[in-house]
């Protein structure tokens, strides 16, 4: 059962899937520079993305990960 799942999973994605995930460009919320998916950070929380430099500017969690300003996540990526 589970292969099965695992197959219709498969044909149900493009051939070049990955490859169109990670041509995406997303913005950096504090500098607004466009970056490619797999150069910035994210909010566990909101999804807000960070760019290296804005990741930098934020104030640390207690675990020591930048905090978003959303106050409810960490910056991780």
């Known amino acids: 059962m589970l292969q099965e799942f695992l197959d219709a999973a498969n044909a149900a994605q493009r051939r070049d899937w990955l490859d169109a995930y990670f041509s995406d460009q997303e913005f950096g919320r ?4 466009s970056y490619r998916f797999e150069n910035v950070s994210f909010c566990t929380a909101c999804g807000r993305t960070y760019c290296y430099r804005c990741k930098g500017d934020q104030p640390l969690a207690a675990n020591g990960n930048a905090a978003c300003v959303c106050g409810d996540g960490e910056v991780v990526g």
């Open 30 to 33: 504090g500098c607004g520079e």
